[in-house]
């Protein structure tokens, strides 16, 4: 099973500490230059991480993999209400990959501009409701969709890309986990 993806990437990152238990191969790729890129895109056409090739399939997109793998090692399944707590952290993680895209290609993030607006608006209310989902104990035990929030929450803070204010469950959430072996180990500032 090989892994292709990134060291900072907040998706690849929930894969790599799902498969903590299990033996693959990662390949780290620079997924926006030179030969990384061609091989990224010999792989998917999607361009995007994480990719995973296994058994003569190579999947794309992080949720479905964590289905494929769900799939071939019977993990248990999502509640609906999980999936939704996944598309809330999906969410938020690429309105967060835009405007963190537009900073780094020097486009500057006009407040008031459609495509801002609408990304902040859905980055605030999504970490709002997740705030509130930790206040009431849903992400209490170690579960994937617990995975994808820590994996969210401390790139926003490596990345510097919310102040989290008012968003104190969020914070304990990630300080109670943040010394497990897998998250270290997958950690992006090292
Ligand atoms: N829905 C995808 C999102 C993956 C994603 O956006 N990955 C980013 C890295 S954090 C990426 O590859 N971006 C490349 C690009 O946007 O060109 C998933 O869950 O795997």
């Not at 030179?34 to 794309?60: M, N, Q, W, Y």
């Not at 102040?163 to 497990?180: N, Y």
């Amino acid at each position: 099973m090989k892994l292709y993806g990134s060291t900072t990437s907040p998706y690849v990152r929930r894969i790599r500490v799902l498969l903590s238990q299990t033996p693959h191969d990662f390949v780290s790729l620079n997924i926006y230059e030179g030969e990384d890129r061609e091989t990224l895109a010999s792989k998917t056409p999607v361009l995007r991480v994480p990719c995973l090739e296994d058994d003569g399939h190579l999947i794309f997109d992080s949720r479905v993999i964590h289905n494929y793998l769900t799939e071939k090692f019977q993990y248990a399944a999502l509640s609906w209400e999980q999936e939704n707590q996944l598309t809330t952290i999906d969410a938020v993680n690429d309105s967060l990959v835009i405007l963190f895209q537009m900073k780094q290609s020097g486009i500057e993030a006009d407040r008031d501009a459609m495509i801002v607006r609408n990304q902040r608006e859905r980055i605030d209310a999504s970490l709002r409701a997740l705030n509130q989902q930790v206040e009431d104990g849903y992400f209490d035990s170690w579960h994937y969709p617990s995975i994808c929030l820590y994996t969210l929450i401390d790139w926003i803070e490596f990345r510097q890309l919310h102040s989290l204010k008012e968003m104190d469950a969020l914070k304990s959430f990630r300080e109670r986990h943040t010394d497990r072996i897998e998250l270290t180990a997958t950690d992006p500032r090292k």
